[in-house]
């Protein structure tokens, strides 16, 4: 079992940056894959970042490649998304979810995540 907890949403201007951290618990957590999502209102939840259980690959949405950085500390079970140069249509609760997940074709499938976080809100302001 995995229990996933996000932090660091909040309100920010068009431009600026903000860092999520996504806290596990469970002795498995680092032979676990890490991907973060987001839905915006009205909206279906969609892929944004992921990282494999041994941290050397990472993958991202097209629509956040060059400005969202996924990273993992596994001795603080903790997986982070750093976001630079926010849009106002980053705005979305972002989730995090975990999961064996293998294959980095895999990563940014929803279903292949059994555990997911309660979210966080990312408000961007132009």
């Known amino acids: 079992q995995v229990q996933l907890v996000e932090s660091g949403g909040g309100l920010v201007q068009a431009g600026g940056p903000l860092r999520l951290s996504c806290a596990a618990s469970?002795?498995?957590?680092?032979?676990?894959?890490v991907g973060w999502f987001r839905q915006a209102p009205g909206k279906e939840r969609e892929f944004v970042a992921a990282?494999?259980?041994?941290?050397?690959?990472?993958y991202y949405a097209d629509s956040v490649k060059g400005r969202f950085t996924i990273s993992r500390d596994n001795a603080k079970n903790t997986v982070y998304l750093q976001m630079n140069s926010l849009k106002p249509e980053d705005t979305a609760v972002y989730y995090c979810?975990?999961?064996?997940?293998?294959?980095?074709?895999?990563?940014?499938?929803?279903?292949?995540?059994?555990?997911w976080g309660q979210g966080t809100q990312v408000t961007v302001s132009s």
């Open positions: 990282i494999n259980w041994n941290v050397g690959s990472t």
């Open positions: 469970g002795r498995t957590f680092s032979r676990h894959a």
């Open positions: 979810a975990a999961d064996q997940v293998y294959g980095l074709e895999f990563l940014p499938k929803q279903h292949k995540y059994d555990y």
